[in-house]
T-cell receptor
Framework: AQSVTQPDIHITVSEGASLELRCNYSYGATPYLFWYVQSPGQGLQLLLKYFSGDTLVQGIKGFEAEFKRSQSSFNLRKPSVHWSDAAEYFC?????????????WGLGTSLAVNP | EAGVAQSPRYKIIEKRQSVAFWCNPISGHATLYWYQQILGQGPKLLIQ????????DSQLPKDRFSAERLKGVDSTLKIQPAKLEDSAVYLC?????????????FGPGTRLTVL
């Protein structure tokens, strides 16, 4: 069955510290992978996506993610967290044909940033 | 460029009442999505339109939920009658076309509370 697992429900980091949010997926076809961020009271915003090519993907707001096929992972990283990064982060996987066009979402990781 | 517009932002109703949500996608976007996001969970796709046709409504509870996009632009989602478990944020998103290489842009959502 297709699924996305975000093992960490809640993470707290200090401002300036590095961040890694984990995402593991189970998907039968070649996956398209996404990270979205949701700030309080806001809609979801795309941080970055992976379709093919270079497995290290750069996104907005200084985020990057690395696709590791052997580990079925797509972890999100940021070298230095800012207080404004406090938000909910969602990993999603989908395909590009037929029934695979639907995005499968993880449950999200809530990030808190200490000053 | 204007984003995805949704109204109302908040709605409180009693169970068994009816409610309707409205969404205006980004101009020129052919694909429109309605998601339900229950607190602590990722978004769940309810229905997906391509222009004014339904692409996927497999997870729409059709006994109480309905949606339309008559002119292929804005859309309404209706719940009749509402149940307590319908309390959630209802997100509308749009993309240029089908396919995961088309980024989904999300509106701010409508927070529904059913008492």
């Amino acid at each position: 069955a297709q699924s996305v697992t975000q093992p960490d429900i809640h993470i707290t980091v200090s401002e300036g510290a590095s961040l890694e949010l984990r995402c593991n997926y189970s998907y039968g076809a070649t996956p398209y992978l996404f990270w979205y961020v949701q700030s309080p009271g806001q809609g979801l915003q795309l941080l970055l996506k992976y379709f093919s090519g270079d497995t290290l993907v750069q996104g907005i707001k200084g985020f990057e993610a690395e696709f590791k096929r052997s580990q079925s992972s797509f972890n999100l990283r940021k070298p230095s967290v800012h207080w404004s990064d406090a938000a909910e982060y969602f990993c999603a996987v989908g395909g590009n044909a037929g029934n695979n066009r639907k995005l499968i979402w993880g449950l999200g990781t809530s990030l808190a940033v200490n000053p | 460029e204007a984003g995805v517009a949704q109204s109302p932002r908040y709605k409180i109703i009693e169970k068994r009442q009816s409610v309707a949500f409205w969404c205006n996608p980004i101009s020129g976007h052919a694909t429109l999505y309605w998601y339900q996001q229950i607190l602590g969970q990722g978004p769940k796709l309810l229905i997906q339109f391509q222009n004014n046709g339904v692409v996927d409504d497999s997870q729409l509870p059709k006994d109480r939920f309905s949606a339309e996009r008559l002119k292929g632009v804005d859309s309404t989602l209706k719940i009749q009658p509402a149940k307590l478990e319908d309390s959630a944020v209802y997100l509308c998103a749009s993309s240029l076309d089908l396919g995961q290489n088309n980024e989904q842009f999300f509106g701010p959502g409508t927070r529904l509370t059913v008492l």
